[in-house]
Nanobody, 126 residues
Framework: QVQLVESGGGLVQAGGSLRLSCAASGGTFSAYAMGWFRQAPGKEREFVAAISWKVANTYHADSVKGRFTISRDNSKNTLYLQMNTLKPDDTAVYYC???????????????????WGQGTQVTVSS
């Protein structure tokens, strides 16, 4: 069973950048599809981005395309989310997630991973 620990959250002004990291342990990292979700106060958790295992196909929610980039370093067992041009609407708790199943290419937002981290807060001020 894989354990996930997020880091890199914080307070940033609108237009700024942050890079989130997710350190994985307890499993074969390269065998897992990895992703990021977020949950803002009073809202449901939503898909942000995902990256498949082996081929490393990437998927990003429409709301973050062109601003956020997901990547992984299998040699470091680490997942990243580079967030640029941040907006106040990006304020949320960001969660790292993992599953042995890849997202469905036609509907990546429906990916339902089994393993979750504890989350890291990202706050974007206007």
């Amino acid at each position: 069973q894989v354990q996930l620990v997020e880091s890199g959250g914080g307070l940033v002004q609108a237009g700024g950048s942050l890079r989130l990291s997710c350190a994985a342990s307890g499993g074969t990292f390269s065998a897992y599809a990895m992703g990021w979700f977020r949950q803002a106060p009073g809202k449901e958790r939503e898909f942000v981005a995902a990256i498949s295992w082996k081929v490393a196909n990437t998927y990003h929610a429409d709301s973050v395309k062109g601003r956020f980039t997901i990547s992984r370093d299998n040699s470091k067992n680490t997942l990243y989310l580079q967030m640029n041009t941040l907006k106040p609407d990006d304020t949320a708790v960001y969660y790292c997630a993992a599953d042995l199943r890849n997202p469905t290419p036609q509907r990546p937002t429906m990916w339902d991973p089994r393993y979750w981290g504890q989350g890291t807060q990202v706050t974007v001020s206007s």
